[in-house]
């Protein structure tokens, strides 16, 4: 399980990072990386944190269902697998909704500055080129947007539904609680499967935008 301070930490960072974009921006800029590389790079971390909390929640539901079938043994050491496992699954949605706001902001001020600088052009033919170039590029990019909200959107109601599992669980350690809980079984495996479905579509829309980013760089 990793450290709740650590955790803390790292979302502090990204916090800060992406905190005064404006500023950042420029820094990276002045470092030689400009806004197309940090939109890769960002994306890239978004499709690694995904796939990170597919594995989280999963690891929950595993604890969640070892619980539903519990035929003895030690319950509270279940039990704390299962809280463990909430609480990670809790740690990398946040981190992935801090991810995709780190797109998004480094996407809105790349279209932004691709914006203005078609004014700068002199030749009416390269321009309309361009144009047409971000118009795309900003209609594919808002797909990918789409497709990494819905994964946000989805992981709601499975951590809600955890979170509720755990918190009975905790008022209520017995057999009997636990034989409670596995009417609601199927309905949250569901609802992972779902997730899980939701994430890979997700990922496989970034694949496709990064390619198609990176093409237009060559």
């Given at each position: 399980?990793?450290?709740p ?8 960072l990204l916090?800060?990072?992406?905190g ?7 820094a ?5 990386i ?13 499709r690694t ?16 269902l070892s619980?539903?079938?519990?035929q ?9 697998r299962m809280?463990?496992?909430y609480?990670d699954?809790e ?7 801090q991810?995709i706001?780190?797109v998004?902001?480094?996407a809105q ?22 144009e047409?170039?971000?118009?795309q ?30 918190l ?9 609680a ?25 990922i496989?829309?970034a ?7 990176n093409?237009k760089?060559?």
């Amino acid at each position: 399980m990793t450290s709740p301070l650590i955790r803390i930490a790292g979302l502090l960072l990204l916090t800060l990072c992406f905190g005064c974009n404006s500023a950042y921006y420029t820094a990276m800029e002045t470092l030689g990386i400009p806004k197309r590389e940090l939109l890769s790079d960002n994306i890239t971390k978004v499709r690694t944190a995904q796939t990170e909390a597919g594995q989280e929640f999963q690891s929950a539901l595993e604890a969640f269902l070892s619980l539903t079938g519990y035929q003895g043994g030690d319950l509270e050491a279940m039990y704390e697998r299962m809280s463990d496992a909430y609480e990670d699954s809790e740690s990398k949605a946040t981190e992935v909704r801090q991810r995709i706001r780190a797109v998004d902001n480094v996407a809105q001020a790349l279209f932004d500055e691709w914006e203005d600088e078609l004014n700068e052009y002199e030749n009416s033919s390269l321009r309309r080129q361009s144009e047409t170039k971000l118009k795309q590029t900003r209609r594919r990019y808002d797909e990918l947007l789409r497709s990494m909200e819905r994964v946000e959107n989805a992981m709601v109601p499975v951590l809600a539904a955890f979170k509720d599992q755990v918190l009975f669980l905790k008022h209520n350690l017995n057999a009997r609680a636990v034989s409670a809980l596995s009417t609601e079984a199927s309905n949250i495996e569901a609802n992972v499967a779902d997730l899980i479905k939701d994430m890979n579509a997700s990922i496989a829309e970034a694949d496709r935008f990064l390619g198609e980013l990176n093409a237009k760089e060559q």
